[in-house]
């Protein structure tokens, strides 16, 4: 439906194509100076992620990836960082994002939460080489789970709460073993893809529980993901990369008003996170107040 259309039968509004023009520059424009805009420089939480969509580009429909970047900022809040379209989901692109936020002014970011892409972790760490890399422990259950026959489902799905809801990283592991010891001879490959993916499973072990439940999923982003599913719901095809950008643009901004709320006990959990963390809280955030 054509911006004209829409107006037409939900308000019984003609406009002529010169005005809807006059309003789509102007609004590319305004998106274009948004995602351009410049960056605090220290976010204590980063969240990355991609969804997919089909776009015309010189005549023929290709799906895209269009990226997503949520931070939370030193006052605990979810904070939009910005959007870009690339073919495909990869960790070169990423990087190329990266490197865009710190030009945009972004110096440091304690913990960034990420699914199991490859390659992603390293090029975050490239670009911001102190930056903690959580991954998601949603997606590595899922990705466990597809190994997995019905009826095992959920005694397997409660075996593995037990790891990534342990206090600490020891009884963590001790879980794994157990895990390992019980469900090693039906599905192998389960405890082998976590103690691969074990490095960036670990970080979230010395942190605090009201950190924790923020790092170790990316449903942040996935929410996000979900609400903008609604509005892309029944397009066949962008015809162009601005139109996706403009009406992206202006759902987020109607979803972002309701990020007016820090993170439950923010302050608190912020100023007792365990070494090494703690200290670089404190270090960094006292040069950016």
Known sequence: MTCRSFLREKYDIEVSPEFVSSVCESLSAGVQEWRTRPLQAVWPILYLDALFLKVRDEGRVVKKALYIAVGVNLEGRKELLGLWLG?????????????????????????????????LPEAIESVFPRTTVQTCVVHLVRHSLSFVGDKDRRAVAADLKTIYQAATET?????????????????????????????????????????????????????????????IKGRS???????????????????????????????????????????SFTVRSAGHN
């Open 87 to 119: 073919e495909g989901e990869g960790a070169k692109f990423y990087l190329q994002l990266l490197n865009e936020l710190a030009s945009r002014g972004v110096e440091d970011i304690f913990i960034a939460c990420v699914d199991g892409l490859k390659g």
């Open 171 to 231: 009884e963590a592991l001790e879980a794994l073993e157990k895990f390992q010891i019980k469900w090693d001879k039906k599905y192998p490959v389960i405890s082998r893809s976590w103690r691969a993916n074990w490095s960036r499973v670990k970080p979230m072990f010395e942190l605090p529980a009201e950190i924790r439940r923020v790092v170790y999923t990316t449903n942040v982003i996935e929410s996000l993901n979900f609400s903008l599913r609604k509005i």
């Open 237 to 279: 095809a962008f015809p162009n990369d601005d139109s996706v950008y403009r009406l992206i643009y202006l759902g987020l901004e109607q979803i972002s008003r309701k990020w007016t709320m820090p993170i439950k006990n923010w302050k608190a959990a912020a100023a007792t996170v365990c070494d090494p963390l703690r200290r």
